[in-house]
């Protein structure tokens, strides 16, 4: 059999079938965490794990898309944004 008699091509075949992962599961995600979801599983609108955590300003409850260390204030977004707006050297 000779290169010219082949029937089969050379190139990939793609199934145009292949089930997508649902894009709201945020465990499919390479930004969530590796242990799954935490107990709160509330994830914000780009599909981050969300942490509670309590304002170190004004002391409300918060979430944000990151898990806090411990060694450094986290703020809700309205001090957040206070703080921004007025900080030193601005």
Excluded: I, W
Excluded at 3 to 30: E, I, N
Excluded at 69 to 87: A, E, L, S
């Amino acid at each position: 059999m000779t290169d010219g008699d082949k029937t089969t091509t050379d190139k990939p075949v793609v199934s145009a079938d292949k089930p997508k992962a649902p894009a709201a599961d945020p465990s499919a995600s390479p930004a969530a965490p590796a242990g799954g979801a935490d107990a709160s599983g509330s994830t914000d609108q780009y599909g981050r794990q969300l942490h509670e955590v309590k304002c170190a300003s004004c002391g409300n409850d918060a979430k944000v898309p990151f898990k806090p260390t411990g060694d450094r204030p986290v703020y809700c977004r309205d001090c957040y944004m206070q703080q921004r707006k007025g900080g030193p050297g601005r």
